[in-house]
């Protein structure tokens, strides 16, 4: 059955052998399966049913390579918290190889917590369920929410435990899938070793993989550096969108492919706050909600710096080419941000007036610990401005007084007499695009508890499939509404 798995190509292992270390998975005592995603299974052209059967499940779980895999670990560096780190990659993760989707694009196939490689700096190289049920059900979110991001084809149980602070866990591994899982740390790795051979290499692999367009362009590696800044600029800004929280915005976890990696201390905020931070680790704040659009382009700066020797033979030159680049994602972001927080207000039109009337919500949210995800999707029933305003809507039941709600809502409506659309037309494209149901930190954190404490995986089935059609209206209400006080989550945690 392996045989006919995979149709796996390597063209990351055919780089020189100084980006990876090539070794198998680690054996695992009791392969079982937890989820398969069989929607994504067909995307990559897999078979489902071969997927669960006990040879799939085998190199699901790391006790069987499958023909044509071509197993490694990559290396690469990064900034942690703003420190620098030469020697990360990945410790605990194997790139078993690459398939050819029904889009026609490749996508890497990985392992996390498939055993220890030579980047695990002392640690054990496995995965506790909890972090690979939260990545399963946030990553898979995010796609459904139409934000570019690494996915989850399937989580499996190792009948192994982990050994962590809190004692014993059950062990598992998540099988992720990427467009690429290179890293601005990766270009780090090179860059610090002064390789710029291994830099080229690199840089080269990613213009075919990711950015074909970049190699007919007069300075292909400038076009690559500002491919990677315009994709960064667009997928913060759909983070902020939804009260994303990142977490961990470490250069090790910036994708060069503009997807959203690494999902370890993440939450989506209930109550807004633009000061808002969950990570345990996060001490400082420095990754907090406001603070994400500035670290993204300061780790674009060291992607930049990275990419210094391939811009130009004259080094001032490339500083100031570099500089140029970096310098011009404030604008990208703010066109971003603004636009998609001007469709989530209803505005189809929007005019720099907008950035104001934008604001002036978030800080009336703000100021009453509104809830984000339900302010935006309520605002919708107030979408014709010609209709009498219902305070008998849940809308108002989010905010603890109402003055200056009733203020906004009659310039916002006022606003809205300028929008062509119908009101009908508005309420339904609003509705598209502020969603009813998010992964709350309340409800992931009660299906990882379920998991652990009963083995039971109801609840994070539940979840899963709800999340897959987030702006369904007819969501389960009690998966659509924020903690009680008792249930609220206020820290997160990476799980490594």
């Known amino acids: 059955m392996t045989e006919t798995l995979f149709a796996f190509e390597n063209s990351y292992a055919t780089l020189p052998d100084r980006f990876y270390a090539k070794l ?49 670990a990559m290396a690469y560096a990064g900034h942690q918290f703003g420190s620098w780190n030469p020697q990360l990659g990945d410790g605990r993760a194997l790139l078993l190889g690459e398939v050819i ?45 139409g934000v570019p991001t690494t996915r989850a084809l399937a989580a499996t149980l190792t009948g192994e435990p982990v050994y962590r602070e809190d004692g014993p866990l059950p062990g598992a591994v998540l099988t992720r899938v990427s467009r690429a899982h290179i890293r601005v ?30 190699r007919g362009a007069e300075n292909p590696y400038l076009a690559l550096l500002e491919s990677v800044i315009s994709a960064q600029a667009k997928l913060i800004a759909q ?19 503009g997807e959203t990696i690494d999902y370890g201390p993440c939450a989506f905020m209930d109550a807004f706050h633009p000061d808002k931070v969950f990570s345990f680790i996060d001490r400082m704040g420095r990754y907090r909600y406001r603070n994400q659009p500035g670290i993204a382009q300061w780790n674009l700066a060291n992607f930049a710096q990275s990419l210094l020797p391939l811009l130009s033979d004259d080094e ?5 080419t570099a500089q140029a680049a970096v310098d011009g994602f404030p604008d990208l972001f703010e066109g971003h ?57 849940p809308l108002f039941a989010l905010f603890n007084e109402t003055k200056e709600l009733d203020e906004w809502l009659g310039t916002w409506r006022q606003r809205l007499e300028d929008d062509p659309r119908t009101p009908d037309e508005r309420k339904r494209e ?53 903690p009680k006080p008792e249930e609220e989550v206020r820290q997160t945690f990476c799980g490594t």
């Open 337 to 393: 941000h603004m636009s998609g927080f001007a469709r989530k207000i209803g505005l189809s039109n929007p005019d720099d007036g907008d950035t104001a009337l934008i604001g002036d919500l978030l800080r009336i949210m703000a100021l009453a610990d509104a809830d984000f995800t339900l302010t935006f999707r309520h605002l919708a029933e107030f979408a014709d401005p010609a209709a009498e305003i219902d305070r008998s809507s």
């Open 239 to 257: 983070w902020m969108h939804l009260g994303f929280i990142h977490g961990v915005m470490n250069t090790d976890n910036m994708s060069i492919a």
């Open 316 to 320: 001032t030159k490339a500083v100031e």
């Open 185 to 214: 740390g990766t270009f780090q790795f090179f860059a610090a070793r002064g390789d710029i051979d291994a830099l080229r290499h690199l840089a080269d692999h990613v213009i075919d993989r990711l950015y074909p367009d970049a």
């Open 430 to 482: 609003m509705n598209r695009t502020n969603p009813a149901i998010i992964p709350r930190n309340h409800l992931v954190e009660a299906a990882i508890q379920s998991a652990y404490l009963d083995q039971d995986f109801g609840a994070f089935e539940d979840l899963t499939e709800a999340l897959a059609t987030p702006f369904d209206p007819k969501a389960d209400p009690g998966l659509t509404q924020p």
């Open 101 to 145: 989707g029904q889009d026609d694009l490749r996508y890497d196939i990985q392992l996390k917590g498939s055993g220890p490689t030579p980047y695990s700096r002392m640690g054990d190289g496995r995965a506790g369920l909890g972090p690979v049920l939260r990545e399963y059900i946030v990553s898979e979110a995010m796609a459904a929410l």
């Open 24 to 72: 198998a998975p680690t054996p695992v005592r009791e392969p079982q399966l937890i989820r398969l995603n069989d929607a994504l299974a067909e995307v990559l052209r897999l078979d489902a049913d071969a997927l669960r059967s006990s040879d799939g499940v085998a190199v699901l779980t790391g006790n069987r390579v499958a023909t044509g895999s071509d197993p490694l």
